[in-house]
């Protein structure tokens, strides 16, 4: 059994403070057996849950951060704006996990950094702290006997950082160590067969030699050799790693550690609740932080902190308007959907045999009815089409002062006129199509350089 001295060292005020506010009483209050100074098993339970779901809300944050930005790039189609959208919602999706750990990590380090009270942003909920366990030795008079004890004190600035690391990197390291293992177990198995016919036949081959043609192919061998390897051991790591943790809840459980997991062992940290000295001490420093503000002149440090502090708003807004965009968009769409649903229904309705395209606007890409059927005969002066479209069928030249035959084909005015006066019809399709029935067409400078 670890002895804590609690008096030593981690509260300075000790003399019985006068509890100032409502959550100072009842910081009081809540502690549940006040000669047992460590959190309850259930409240580090707790503490874990949120630390994971806390994770799992900035991670769909990202998501619809990502999908908003993808969804505005269509409006914007091709401008500077639209590329740029499309590019942060590529970047979103690819490095998902490193942008979760980056968050994570200043989350973190901002939270066991600006308080006097050392916790990690989901053990201040639950109004925890962590304090440093030194081992110390003491010998009393001439030496002969050596006490051994602890001291507590409140964490160092490195210790501090390391916390944040560990909180922000464990998961992540998790994370993709086991995709990785997904990854390379469905490729063992898939690539099993392959490898026992490959492996046949490799008997027969002479060792290669280092340097030749076929050193890509040993490469490969040796990257399979360790992918298989990982495969093999990765489940014995795990189990490892989780049987450890088991093994020091259950040792915090029944009290015989004071560790609740095997990283607080390493850092030599243990968690425990915030404690009324705690409380008063960070009132103090409030007030004398206003106090000095108001006397001094801000300073460099007040610059940093009032841009943290901007930079921590800016990334709650911008994840606030990512989802409200996000609303916003899906809600358009399915407006967009009901009236296009609404006006093919009444379509439908009118002429059920026939189905007419719907411009919807929304980017749903609507088939072109067919050309009118091009009926070349002898007595017409055209003999076939030209292969390039631009090109009036009746002058074989780039089209001067475009226009429409009753058909859609489009000639030169001139030409048509002319055709149209002498026949009456169109000079592809053999179609009725009077003079006054032609159709100046507008087309953009682009495509007329096509
Ligand atoms: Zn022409």
Redesign the pocket.
Known sequence: MNAIDSSMGDNPASSVAIPSSVSALLAEETTIDPLSPLPSFLELMLVDATTSSGRAALSAALDATASSAATSAVAYRDGWKGRFLLAVARLGRRYRAEILLILTYAIERSCLHSKSICATASESVYSLKRSKLYPMTSSDGAGSSTTAYRSLARLPTHDKTRVALIASLGPYLKDRLDTWYQNARTREQMGMNEQEFFSQQQQQQQPLSPGSFDWRLQRKRTMEKIRSLFVLVYPYLHMTHEGTIVFYQWSYLVGRSVFYSPSLHALGMIIRRVTMADIQTQNNTKSLVQSSKELSKPKIEDAMKAARKLAGYGLVAAVMIGWASNIRTELHRRRQQWINESVSSQINNRAPNISLPVNSGAGIAVPPPQPPKVMLSANTPIQSLPLNKAL?P????T??NPVASTSGYV??Y???VLYVRDHGTCPLTGLPCPESKLVRVYETEQEHDQ
């Open positions: 009036c009746l002058c074989r030249q089209r001067v000639f030169c001139r030409c048509l």
